[in-house]
């Protein structure tokens, strides 16, 4: 509903969540990103897993999407 109200195509989304409440917010995005910790029905909707807590969760994975927004510096 928000992007809908800023006019952000849902394809133009990212969302990243751990637990089924987080379904449809994966679902509805147009990359849906799941916890590593996530129960399995929550990683099956996803389009991509997170890298691990210890090896940085979402930084790493935001840098190779978003590069111009999370520079390795």
Do not use: C
């Not at 969302?15 to 590593?36: F, K, P, S, V, Y």
């Not at 929550?42 to 927004?69: H, N, Q, S």
């Amino acid at each position: 509903m928000l992007s809908r109200h800023l006019g952000i195509p849902a394809e133009r989304i990212i969302a990243a969540g751990d637990q089924e409440n987080d379904l449809e917010l994966i679902r509805g995005a147009g990359l849906g990103i799941a916890m590593t910790h996530s129960p399995e029905a929550v990683k099956a909707v996803a389009d991509r897993i997170a890298p691990r807590f210890e090896e940085g969760g979402l930084l790493p994975l935001f840098r190779e999407l978003l590069p111009e927004y999370f520079p390795l510096s």
